[in-house]
Nanobody, 122 residues
């Protein structure tokens, strides 16, 4: 069983930055692809970014390309999502998720965290 805990959310002004963390407890993330998803009120959950188990492959939604960067530190059992140039429409609850196999931007993941709120507002 993989338990994931997100942190790093908060309130930020448009154009600002945040770094989200996804930490695993009770197991290693070494063998798992990790995805970041977000869900805004009244909207479906959407894939934001994902990274392969080795970190050698990443993928991004078009809406965040060039602004967000996903990375992982397997020694710390943690995956990060650096979010720059934040926009109002980035406001959502952000979730990380783990799956064996390929990195995907579809929510076909086995394990999910509880989410962290990101609010972009002036």
């Amino acid at each position: 069983q993989v338990q994931l805990v997100e942190s790093g959310g908060g309130l930020v002004q448009p154009g600002g930055s945040l770094r989200l963390s996804c930490a695993a407890s009770r197991s290693t993330l070494d063998y798992y692809a990790i995805g970041w998803f977000r869900q805004a009120p009244g909207k479906e959950r959407e894939g934001v970014s994902c990274i392969s188990s080795s970190g050698g492959s990443t993928n991004y939604a078009d809406s965040v390309k060039g602004r967000f960067t996903i990375s992982r530190d397997n020694a710390k059992n943690t995956v990060y999502l650096q979010m720059n140039s934040l926009k109002l429409e980035d406001t959502a609850i952000y979730f990380c998720a783990a799956r064996r196999g390929l990195c995907k931007l579809y929510p076909q993941y086995n394990y999910w965290g509880q989410g962290t709120q990101v609010t972009v507002s002036s």
